[in-house]
């Protein structure tokens, strides 16, 4: 097994970020205010970091498919699906809340707040599983590319 860098990078600022929301939520339960803002950006910070790496990687090297036995890759398939579906309606929720914050709509951000950071701590949890799943429990399988099927190789 060897550890592969980029999507290692990627799973652990999803991570990061998971965790400084975490730490906002945390500090507006005790009434700060700047510091929840800080924090939260920090965490948006961390997420466009995420996303920049995996789609440079989804275009330049490719997605991998599932290198683990056959009898689990339809469980894979559909915890994968479960993520992806977590992940775009926490990017969605994320993008609201922040919108929500700045612009003191605290109506809609009292409501979406607590439901976007659950979601994007499933997102989390569900990262972590797929890159162990994906890298480290088993071999990954094989990574193909736009670019590479263009180029023919
Ligand atoms: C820069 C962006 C943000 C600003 C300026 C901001 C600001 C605020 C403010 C002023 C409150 C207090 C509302 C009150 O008076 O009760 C609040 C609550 C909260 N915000 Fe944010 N927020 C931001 C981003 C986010 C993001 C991205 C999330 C989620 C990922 C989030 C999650 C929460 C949660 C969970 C609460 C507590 C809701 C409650 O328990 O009543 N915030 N935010």
């Known amino acids: ?8 990078i990627s799973t652990v600022c999803i991570v990061i970020s998971a965790v400084l929301v975490a730490v906002g939520w945390g500090r507006i339960k005790k009434g ?21 790496i995996y789609s440079s990687r989804t275009v330049f ?15 894979y398939t559909v915890f994968l699906f479960f993520h992806i579906l977590l992940s775009t309606t926490g990017a969605v929720l994320g993008i609201i809340s922040l919108w929500s914050g700045m612009k003191d709509r605290l109506n809609i951000h009292r409501k979406l707040g607590p439901v976007t950071s659950t979601v994007w701590f499933g997102t989390g ?14 071999d990954g399988g094989e990574t193909t590319s736009l670019i590479k099927a263009i180029l023919g190789n």
């Open 61 to 75: 090297i490719g997605n991998t498919s599932f290198g683990g036995p056959d009898s689990l890759k339809t469980y």
């Open 32 to 52: 700060q205010i700047e510091s929840h803002k800080k924090s939260m950006i920090a965490a948006a910070v961390f997420a466009v970091i995420f996303f920049i």
């Open 1 to 8: 097994m060897s550890v592969p860098i980029l999507p290692t």
């Open 125 to 138: 949890i569900t990262g972590v599983l797929v890159y162990l799943l994906l890298y480290i429990l088993y």
